[in-house]
């Protein structure tokens, strides 16, 4: 007899989404730098929703769920947030990748020391 096992490898992909706390995001978007430190993270945005999926995510359907729907993935993470939407200066991250949301979908940035 032949016994051939198949070893399943799943993958979870973190996703976080950061809503900017200055709602002025547009002067983070005229810098033109891709570029962001990861100090600022910390101090201008919040961390309003965290999860892992199994699946393959891009950043287009993030912002899209963020965009159109109320209530995105489910809870958010903080209640106390600066805005009620997605907008452009916010940030999201999947794996370790980030991007910078402009007026329609995102840009990849990098997040510096």
Known sequence: ????????????????????KELDAETILR??????GKQALGTI?????????????NVGRVWLKFK???RPFGI????RRSHDKILPGDIIQIA?????????GARKVKVID
């Open 76 to 79: 958010a993470l903080s209640k």
């Open 1 to 20: 007899m032949l016994y051939l096992y198949y070893s399943t490898i799943i993958i979870f992909m973190k996703v976080r989404v950061y809503f900017c």
């Open 45 to 57: 945005y919040d961390l309003v929703w965290e999860s892992e999926f199994k699946n393959i995510l």
């Open 96 to 104: 370790n990748d980030f991007y910078m949301v402009d007026q329609i």
């Open 31 to 36: 810098r033109k730098q891709d570029k962001i």
């Open 68 to 70: 159109e729907e109320e």
